[in-house]
């Protein structure tokens, strides 16, 4: 269980994290979202005590970090998988760790063992490649067994084959019912792994709700159809009164599933040469979120006749317990030929409760 | 004593205090062979036969402030906040250790020292001997040195937490600044002797008459004064070690 109540960071005159509110809950996989530089390291920084919060406060298993005894037994933390003294030997490292914890040395290499370092634990540490550095951190972090752990982007500059490691390791975790709270800026990443997200952009928060219902209500779903009689079907649309833009030959639908489009030019006995549903791919949905969040934007070239319309942020939904594994959403589809499909006016439809 | 076993780990884990101790031995025991063998030991009085174990002071500096730099040099320092939340706790393990090796290290080398040059030199200009309270304070007092200079230098680091800046200050401070600081004109003859540096030295220097041609004035602090002197510099520099270390995010 990590809590974080009104937490604010200023550096100097930036301000890093801005009045934060937020709960992680033990037995899932809890992502931790937001653009580079939207404040999610420091957020970590601030749980561990690392750095003084401006105002608010954080807790971890129910107390201050710094008031933790023994904290190594409790919270187990990788923010940074460079913090290790090149010339030191995987195993004095964690060794020191211990020691100070008073964790006995059997689990020094009991944990060595787990991430697959035993056969190199003698060698400097400087000398391994990032990701045996990430496993040595990720050893740290489970040094004492702790019941909530923090990774800060694990899987950053992993391979495909250490990613997947690190992900079914992390599920592993929260199967054993522990807090696991991860930082990404990737959200298909996310999607693969955390059964809960809290979003974060700018430091502010911009949702926190289950993954699934992140995914079904972020991302904008329209229609691609076809048609010899065009013209005829925009008017019958229109009567229906759905939205509708031209691409090349073919209208792009908003707001309306399929089955309902097909059935209109059914009754009006219009001719469809197509007919298909297109899901936006994960990043627009993401970028679309944290849009006005980005700290070192670029001015967007995608974003055309107000396209990427940036929303309010929504209200955080209740949480809502993990389900089962859900399957990975549709990844990136191509880009959408012609302008991008307009979003509703409105900010984000509301989050169904209990759905 | 946990605590001082986990900085004993870091300390010892690593290659640079091996390096280090090793240069203060032989800077230590080199300038001793020196001044025993010159012109017969003509010069072999106890405070010059040790002016290599001064300089393996300064050494002794650089390994005590660098315990603390690599540790923000490469973020261990965090590890070791993760692992040990109060902050002041750890820097006191960090300094008593240091202090410790200091005291045993200063000692141990010096006694050292001066036993060889004893064994060498053979014609000293006063009978090499450790027996007043006197002949061990100029011999052995170097393990107090060595042990606030190595409280001095954690401290240091702790407040730059940069190696390159701090090993300048803990070398440029003894080597430049104080001896700078006598040439001004009144201030600096009247304060010069009592900045720490200059003072420790007093803790090792000769009284009586004989040796007094070695020394640049009479006037100063004594032996005592100027080893409390330097070990009060070196508390303040930790109290504020320890406040910014407090204050500051890691």
């Known amino acids: ?355 | 004593m946990t605590m001082l076993n986990v900085e004993r780990i870091k300390l010892f884990s690593t290659r640079s205090p091996y390096w280090c101790l090793a240069s203060i031995v032989f800077a230590g025991f080199g300038f001793a062979t020196l001044f025993a063998l010159v012109d017969n030991g003509h010069a072999a009085i106890p405070y010059l036969i040790l002016r290599g174990v001064n300089l393996g002071m300064s050494i002794f500096m650089v390994l005590a402030a660098l315990a603390i730099t690599t540790e923000y040099r490469f973020g261990t320092i965090r590890n070791t906040f993760l692992a040990t939340p109060r902050r002041p706790a750890v820097l006191a393990a960090k300094t008593l250790l240091l202090a410790l090796i200091g005291g045993v290290t200063g000692l141990v080398v010096s006694v050292g020292c001066f036993y060889l040059a004893k064994a060498l030199a053979q014609d000293p200009p006063l009978p090499l001997e450790l027996s007043s309270g006197d002949d061990w304070r100029q011999v052995a007092g170097y393990g107090a040195l060595f042990a606030i200079a190595g409280v001095i230098a954690v401290s240091v680091g702790t407040i730059v937490r940069q190696s390159a800046g701090a090993i300048a200050i803990v070398l440029l401070w003894p080597l430049l600044f104080e001896s700078l600081f006598t040439l001004i004109p009144t201030v600096g003859p009247k304060v010069g002797p009592w900045l720490p540096f200059t003072a420790a030295d007093k803790w090792v220097s000769p009284t009586n008459s004989i040796t007094d041609v070695f020394q640049s004035s009479s006037s100063g602090p004594t032996p005592v004064q100027g080893l409390l002197v330097f070990a009060g510099a070196a508390a303040v520099l930790w109290v504020v070690a320890v406040l910014v270390l407090q204050r500051r995010d890691a």
Request: proline content about 10%; hydrophobic content about 40%; cysteine-free.
């Open chain 1, 1 to 355: 269980m990590i809590e974080a109540i009104g937490l604010t960071k200023y550096y100097g005159k930036t301000l890093a994290v801005d009045d934060l509110s937020f709960t992680v809950r033990p037995g899932a996989v809890t992502g931790f979202l937001g653009p580079n530089g939207s404040g999610k390291s420091t957020t970590m920084r601030l749980i561990l005590g690392l750095d003084n919060p401006t105002r608010g406060s954080t807790k971890v298993a129910g107390h201050r970090y710094a008031q933790l005894s023994k904290p190594l037994t409790q919270v187990g933390a990788l923010l940074d998988a460079n913090w290790i003294h090149p010339n030191r030997s995987a195993r004095s490292h964690l060794r020191f760790m211990a020691a100070s914890n008073k964790i006995p040395v059997s689990r020094v290499d009991e944990v060595l063992d787990i991430v697959g370092l035993s056969s190199v634990a003698k060698r400097a540490a400087g000398k391994f490649s990032l990701g045996m550095k990430q496993r040595l951190g990720l050893a740290g972090a489970l040094l004492g067994d702790p019941q909530v752990l923090l990774f800060d982007e694990p899987v950053n500059g992993l391979d495909p084959e250490g990613i997947f490691w690190v992900r079914t390791f992390m599920k592993n975790l929260a199967a054993q019912g522990k807090t696991v709270f991860v930082s990404s800026h990737l959200l298909s990443e996310m999607a693969l792994t955390a059964d809960h997200l809290i979003v974060i952009g700018r430091g502010r928060l911009i949702a926190d709700s289950s993954t699934e219902e992140f995914i079904a209500r972020s991302t904008q779903t329209s229609v691609r159809v076809r048609s010899p009689r065009l013209p005829e079907l925009r008017s019958v649309l229109g009567q229906a009164g759905l939205a509708f833009t031209d691409a090349d030959n073919a209208l792009i639908v908003t707001g309306a599933p399929s089955e309902q489009i097909g059935d209109l030019a059914g009754a009006a006995g219009i001719t469809l040469h197509e007919l298909s549903p297109q899901s936006g791919s994960l990043e627009e949905a993401f970028i679309q979120l944290t849009g006005d969040s980005v700290e070192y934007g670029t001015s967007r070239a995608v974003s055309g006749q107000g396209g990427f319309a940036v929303q309010p942020p929504p209200q955080p939904a209740g949480f809502r317990p993990p389900g089962a594994m859900r399957q990975p959403p549709p990844g990136a589809l191509p880009p959408p030929q012609g302008p991008p499909p307009p979003l509703p006016p409105s900010p984000l439809p509301p989050a169904p409760e209990g759905r």
